[in-house]
């Protein structure tokens, strides 16, 4: 509220959009500005309908026509655009510390297809691989797309997907797959190893902790006991603690990169990795 005359400061701008007279008239503004895009104008309409029942969801929204092509390059579905490569950047994902599978998934939430090529292909694989079309992905999925392609189906593929799946659900959803596949060159990227650090560091003090860890597992008995064993494969200093330093190094951004755990050890940590 403002202090002195105690309204609202868009007191103008809420009524505007309540007014029917008002976003007919921009509406009309913006289909003449879209005349060689009609799907913008589409979406634009069906999400400014004044009526809420007939106003779409965010879910169609984010699978109207005009979403899809803006990244997708109107590939189609299921048609040779999973890359083969997928499969290998899953089991190197099994072999990195925990600590690091946590901040790539972190990562995985701020990047987008236009922020790399690769995030990109790796947007198309998923997607070729959803012809389901229910936003997360099956052993069989996977299988499916790579039968295909005339692409061999590894017998560990149940084991990769499991590994990556941090929900535990069964699925891949498109965050899991993205940090599972992303390449290394991306997810060291200092800037980005800064962000993850920052959500991980939930106090601001600084430091990575147990604490810390704890506040973003989900809670269950074992919790305390994950938290620890995930700080563990962090290296953390003689109290307890990680700093940027030691963490940035163990992304490989730093200098040397961090200790490869086994599968089975990082695999027993998955289920507790939910970020709440």
Do not use: W
């Amino acid at each position: 509220r403002a202090l002195i005359c105690e309204r609202e400061l868009v007191d103008d701008v809420a009524e505007k959009v309540r007014s029917v007279r008002f976003m007919t008239s921009r509406l009309a503004v913006a289909k003449r500005k879209c005349e060689k895009n009609p799907e913008a104008y589409d979406l634009l309409e069906k999400l400014l309908q004044m009526d809420p029942a007939k106003r779409i969801t965010a879910t169609q929204a984010l699978k109207h026509r005009f979403i899809a092509d803006s990244y997708l390059h109107v590939q189609p579905r299921g048609h040779g655009v999973f890359d083969p490569n997928s499969i290998s950047k899953m089991r190197r994902f099994t072999m990195v510390p925990a600590m690091c599978r946590i901040a790539v998934l972190v990562e995985a939430h701020l990047l987008g297809p236009r922020d790399d090529v690769s995030i990109l292909d790796d947007t198309l694989s998923f997607r070729a691989a959803d012809l389901r079309d229910r936003g997360e992905l099956s052993t069989s999925d996977i299988a499916e797309a790579l039968s295909a392609q005339g692409l061999e189906v590894p017998e560990d593929l149940e084991e990769l997907c499991e590994s990556a799946d941090i929900h535990q659900n069964g699925f891949l959803n498109f965050i899991e797959f993205i940090a599972a596949t992303m390449e290394p060159r991306i997810f060291r990227e200092r800037h980005l190893c800064q962000a993850a650090f920052n959500v991980l560091d939930v106090d601001s003090d600084g430091y990575i902790t147990r604490s810390d860890l704890e506040h973003i597992l989900t809670e269950s008995p074992q919790r305390k006991d994950m938290a620890t064993e995930i700080l563990e494969s962090a290296n953390p200093d003689e109290e307890g603690r990680v700093n940027f330093t030691r963490f940035y190094a163990l992304m490989g951004g730093g200098d040397g990169g961090g200790d490869s755990q086994s599968p089975r050890e990082v695999h027993k940590l998955i289920p507790y990795m939910t970020a709440k």
